[in-house]
């Protein structure tokens, strides 16, 4: 199993703040994708990112791919309440299945 | 419907009683996952089928644990002699192809072991 720790595991900031996720593990992925979850429903995509370095945003989250694809990070700008949610990564090595992180919930509290 | 569909969405069981999770994954999809997440926390892999290949069942927790997929389409999580620690929400996803492409989950189905 590939085990991809998530920090910090909850926060709870006010509407306006900004705040870094982190998705960290010992092992290399070749894909590493975000998803968030409300409650009472399934995770949804917010980003793939497949190159070390890459950095993809998206609106106000900006989502960073570690240099030797082992680690990731999620930053938010502006938080509003619609981002309140549990944020996973999750990893991919070759054509095996996807491993996913522990898991960040987030509030925001306008 | 378009989307990923499970059943049921709330099964309440006794300990020791067996259960079955229904998975119908979006038409087209070759692979399929099940996930089983607890108290809203990460997901624990459990088995993962991609096309006419052998499943990955490195995931399952005891051998009271299977899943089948019949005719590439449909997926069924048995569990077996349920325990109270089997609780949780069961979660499927399906994907259009290998290599990680999006993954599109259900709303999952949440397993109350009395």
């Known amino acids: 199993t590939q085990l991809l720790e998530q920090s910090p595991q909850f926060l709870s900031i006010q509407e306006g703040e900004n705040l870094t996720v982190y998705c960290n593990s010992s092992?290399?992925?070749?894909?590493l994708q975000w998803y968030r979850q409300e409650p009472g429903e399934g995770p949804v995509l917010l980003v793939t990112?497949?190159?070390?370095?890459e950095v993809k945003k998206l609106k106000r989250l900006t989502f960073q791919f570690g240099d030797a694809r082992k680690d990731s990070s999620l930053h938010i700008t502006a938080a509003q309440p619609g981002d309140t949610g549990l944020y996973l990564c999750?990893?991919?090595?070759?054509?095996?299945?996807?491993?996913f992180g522990t898991g960040t919930r987030l509030t925001v509290i306008p | 419907g378009a989307g990923v569909s499970q059943s049921p969405s709330n099964k309440v069981t006794e300990k020791g009683k067996d259960v079955e999770l229904r998975c119908d994954p979006i038409?087209?999809?070759?692979?399929l996952y099940w996930y089983r997440q607890s108290l809203g926390q990460g997901l624990e892999f459990l088995i993962y089928?991609?096309?006419?290949?052998?499943?990955?069942k490195s995931g399952l927790p005891s051998d009271r644990f299977s899943a089948e997929r019949t005719g590439g389409s449909v997926s069924t999580l048995t569990i077996q002699r349920t325990q109270q620690e089997d609780s949780a929400v069961y979660l499927c996803?399906?994907?259009?192809?290998?290599?990680?492409?999006?993954?599109?989950f259900g709303e999952g189905s949440r397993l109350t072991v009395l």
């Open positions: 996803a399906s994907s259009l192809n290998r290599g990680h492409g999006e993954l599109f």
């Open positions: 092992s290399v992925f070749s894909s």
């Open positions: 990112v497949v190159t070390g370095g």
């Open positions: 999750a990893g991919g090595a070759g054509a095996n299945n996807l491993f």
């Open positions: 038409s087209g999809h070759t692979a």
């Open positions: 089928f991609q096309g006419n290949s052998a499943p990955d």
